[in-house]
């Protein structure tokens, strides 16, 4: 296990059929260089996983480290099975519905092999709409360099939630596999946070990982997660309790950095909350505006954008938003800096 330089760890709930056409789309010609950590969070569908993964392994000159967790672990602490559980350098999250992008994961063990200091790489990844559209998220222009810090951690916070593609150094993270955050969905973003605040990062202007507009939530079957959310959907009540595991983390980070994260990150991503305003709006008018009465009260109110945002939902509706922003940023060519 020494000459493993990555780890492609995959916390895995269900989903057979998806978890095998992931592991179809890790291509590198580099072999010997990647492992692959899938950890089965003991899900219902486990045994139809074990058959996927031992058919995969059967055509596959990749390492596979194949794991049954004895209990149902939630998605957070299967995140720091996933790291147990890895041998390589450097981690890659993926989720087992999403997909790596043809050729970019050669280019990105290329990176990663010249720029062995780093300690996090923010990726740039498509996302595939229903109707077939593929929207690029990157968030500069070319590859980008940032030094340890409050300003990096602040950066690299909100582009980081979408776990697929998130890559960080594995011996960074083994003094941080903590419980404070289970249930919260958000673990990898103390990992981030933690080591942004003091190793130097980048983001890799290659689309690494795709995700498709598809699917339907596994989350609220563990312990740790029964509590907060209703496996299935994506109600107002979980969304609320999801986005409130942000700040969770911010404060802890807070109190034991004496920073004041809390109030930037909430300004940065009340300028960018359009995603997380939209995935409440087709449940209708009164819903909707229920769920933003309760997001003012965590505090995300504090940009113009914002209240942008939620007037052109209430007028044009999710579908014309979404197809506006997705133009806007294929002309921008990035994420607009607001």
């Given at each position: ?7 492609i ?65 939630g998605?957070?602490k ?22 790596f ?84 969905l ?65 404060r ?47 505090g ?31 002309i ?7």
């Amino acid at each position: 296990m020494d000459n493993i330089f990555i780890s492609i760890c995959i916390p895995n709930y269900n989903r057979p059929d998806e978890l095998l056409r992931l592991l179809k789309t890790v291509d590198s010609i580099q072999t010997d260089k990647i492992e692959i950590v899938i950890c089965e969070d003991k899900s219902p569908k486990m045994l139809e996983v074990r058959g996927k993964v031992k058919s995969f392994c059967e055509n596959t000159l990749y390492q596979v480290n194949y794991v049954e967790n004895e209990v149902n672990l939630g998605f957070d602490k299967n995140l720091r099975a996933c790291i147990l559980n890895a041998h390589g350098k450097w981690v890659i999250y993926m989720g087992n519905d999403d997909e790596f992008v043809p050729g970019a994961l050669d280019q990105l063990i290329n990176f990663l092999t010249e720029h062995e200091n780093l300690g996090y790489i923010l990726k740039s990844h498509y996302f595939i709409h229903k109707n077939g559209k593929k929207e690029r998220f990157r968030y500069y222009d070319g590859i980008k360099y940032f030094e340890p810090g409050l300003d990096t951690y602040i950066q690299m916070f909100r582009k980081s939630v979408f776990i697929s593609g998130f890559t960080i150094r594995k011996e960074l993270t083994e003094s941080l596999l903590k419980d404070d955050f289970d249930g919260t969905l958000l673990f990898q973003l103390y990992l981030l946070a933690e080591v942004c605040l003091k190793y130097p990062a980048a983001y890799f202007d290659v689309p690494l990982t795709q995700q498709y507009d598809e699917g339907t939530p596994e989350f609220g079957n563990a312990a740790s997660e029964k509590a907060l959310y209703t496996p299935g959907s994506i109600t107002v009540d979980n969304s609320i309790k999801f986005l409130s595991g942000y700040f969770k983390i911010t404060r802890y980070i807070d109190e034991k950095h004496k920073l004041n994260s809390t109030v930037l990150i909430a300004k940065d991503m009340s300028k960018y909350f359009y995603p997380s305003l939209a995935i409440q709006r087709n449940k209708g008018i009164s819903s909707f505006l229920k769920y933003v009465k309760e997001l003012n009260r965590l505090g995300f109110n504090v940009s113009l954008y914002y209240y942008i945002y939620i007037g052109a939902l209430l007028i044009f509706g999710k579908n014309i938003c979404d197809n506006t922003i997705r133009i806007l940023k294929n002309i921008i060519g990035k994420t607009p800096k607001l």
